[in-house]
């Protein structure tokens, strides 16, 4: 399994609209697009700093999936218009990191005072 990570920033001001956009269309469209391999996308946001950091990070199975949704040149950010204008900054560029270890955990709540 590969992860895909890529960084973009926004103003304060700019957070919110920016994750509505990526939770209601931009992830929706990437989904839409069925592309064989691709397992999961996660979006994380963290605020501070006088800015709002936002990290997508997609599991793929193999890197021709990740060649099958980015194209010949895997590592280019597939950052839609509507998405760049909300941003500050953002990575033009992803990394690719094999995923080693991954360990669900049970839930522990359960059954317990």
């Known amino acids: 399994m590969i992860a895909r990570i890529w960084h973009g920033w926004t103003t304060p001001a700019n957070a919110d609209a920016y994750q509505q956009l990526m939770c209601d269309v931009v992830i929706p469209a990437f989904e839409a697009r069925a592309v064989a391999g691709l397992m999961q996308i996660d979006l994380l946001r963290r605020d501070g700093d006088g800015e709002s950091e936002f990290t997508t990070v997609m599991l793929f199975d193999t890197i021709e999936a990740i060649e099958r949704f980015a194209g010949d040149d895997a590592t ?16 033009a560029r992803t990394t690719h990191h094999i995923v080693v270890d991954r360990r669900t955990q049970p839930d522990h709540s359960r059954g317990r005072a």
């Open 76 to 91: 280019l950010a597939q950052v839609p218009p509507d998405a760049r204008v909300l941003l500050a900054r953002s990575d």
